[in-house]
């Protein structure tokens, strides 16, 4: 089998393949909360606020910084739960990489969290009631924990 961090090695490389999927994944919901504020014309500063009263036409309201616009606010906790869940998942995955575990269990480890992540922002941005969110969330938390047990063993 070969070692580590090398693309030859099949564990890395799924590693590889599904942290890149999720971390662009939460790219993008970085890209879709502008969106939603600049289609809702909801800034958080006054200087995105000045920039967006200067486009606008005549005869417009002016456009204050304001909080609390729920297409916008789900769009934003959606991403920050995205960094607190996958930063960690890209970090100890890492380390999990170095413990060398079996490719097979690795793999469903890496497709199981991806899959997870995916739904919950599914179900999160299409306001699916609970529990689906939470299942997803557990799903998520539990297969991370599987791959930290991993790691600790090896100490």
């Known amino acids: ?13 799924n590693f590889a393949f599904y ?17 939603q504020r600049l289609t809702k014309n909801v800034f958080a500063t006054e200087e995105d ?6 486009r606008r036409k005549p005869g417009k309201d002016v456009i204050k910084p304001m909080f609390g616009v729920e297409a ?28 060398n575990p079996d490719p097979y269990h ?6 199981v969290f991806a899959a997870a992540r995916i739904l919950h922002t599914i179900v999160y941005l299409g306001g699916i009631r609970q529990p689906a969110r939470v299942l997803s969330f557990v799903t998520a938390y539990i297969t ?12």
């Not at 089998?1 to 490389?13: E, Q, R, W």
């Not at 942290?19 to 969106?35: C, F, G, N, P």
């Not at 991370?144 to 100490?155: H, P, S, T, Y």
């Open 106 to 111: 690795a793999l469903i480890h890496f497709r």
């Open 49 to 54: 606020a000045a920039s967006a009263n200067a």
């Open 144 to 155: 991370l924990a599987g791959m930290a047990w991993r790691v600790f063993k090896m100490f």
């Open 72 to 99: 916008v606010e789900r769009v934003r906790r959606g991403h920050l739960n995205d960094i607190e869940n996958i930063i960690p998942f890209v970090l100890i995955g890492f380390f999990y990489v170095l413990a």
């Open 1 to 13: 089998m070969a070692d580590g961090l090398s693309f030859n090695n099949p564990v890395f490389t």
């Open 19 to 35: 942290a890149t999927i999720l971390v662009v994944k939460m790219m993008l919901m970085s890209i879709l909360t502008a969106y």
